[in-house]
T-cell receptor
């Protein structure tokens, strides 16, 4: 079956522009996660949704970052007024159940470059 | 806070060589431990996991044993193949209510030459 998909795969933005990154999780997966992976680093947790509810946004680095999942499936990560330090790969993952840990299935990521 | 430290790369091996990638962690309680693999152009995939002390995770010839006493989860494979070339990430999931929040190491690039 189809895995987690993300679009666009690559995004170049000028500093100060707003960007929106899309994630399509595996159908039926309750939980959805966003991670940020800077060059040469491991992924770092940003936020967690269970269905449409955003249960944890403790990893969002600033109030310029906003995520939503209005119908409990597709999610969008929005970054306002992008800065150079926002350049990274943004990973989306989904898992079948909420609550306790279940295997997270990752998408290929969106590479954001801010000039 | 929680952290994972893994062996700096890159690691270059010849086919059929023995592989070890070291991983140690810092966490309270009893986290679950994972190895993820990222092949070129693909998303992270779970390779193996262990959820309690002394558990051994294994998959595709790779093994790792959860050692509580040394807070380690080293990845091993007896005979690597060219197709194992990828980036390997050690990760933990904390015990308790935030166990969905994975903490990753920096990753180790493995290149296997024929």
């Amino acid at each position: 079956g189809a895995g987690v998909s993300q679009s666009p795969r690559y995004k170049v933005a000028k500093r100060g522009q707003d960007v929106a990154l899309r994630c399509d999780p595996i159908s039926g997966h309750v939980s959805l996660f966003w991670y940020q992976q800077a060059l040469g680093q491991g992924p770092e947790f940003l936020t967690y949704f269970q269905n449409e509810a955003q249960l944890d946004k403790s990893g969002l680095p600033s109030d310029r970052f906003f995520a939503e999942r209005p119908e409990g499936s597709v999610s969008t990560l929005k970054i306002q007024r992008t800065q150079q330090e926002d350049s990274a790969v943004y990973l989306c993952a989904s898992s079948f159940q909420g609550g306790s840990y279940n295997e997270q299935f990752f998408g290929p990521g969106t590479r954001l470059t801010v000039l | 806070g929680n952290s994972v430290t893994q062996m700096e790369g890159p690691v270059t091996l010849s086919e059929e060589a023995f592989l070890t990638i070291n991983c140690t962690y810092t966490a309270t309680g009893y986290p679950s431990l994972f190895w993820y693999v990222q092949y070129p152009g693909e998303g992270l995939q779970l390779l193996l996991k262990a959820t309690k002390a002394d558990d051994k995770g294994s998959n595709k010839g790779f093994e790792a044993t959860y050692r509580k006493e040394t807070t380690s989860f080293h990845l091993e494979k007896g005979s690597v193949q060219v197709s194992d070339s990828a980036v390997y990430f050690c990760a933990l999931s904390p015990s308790g209510g935030s166990n969905y929040k994975l903490t990753f190491g920096k990753g180790t690039l493995l290149t296997v030459n024929p």
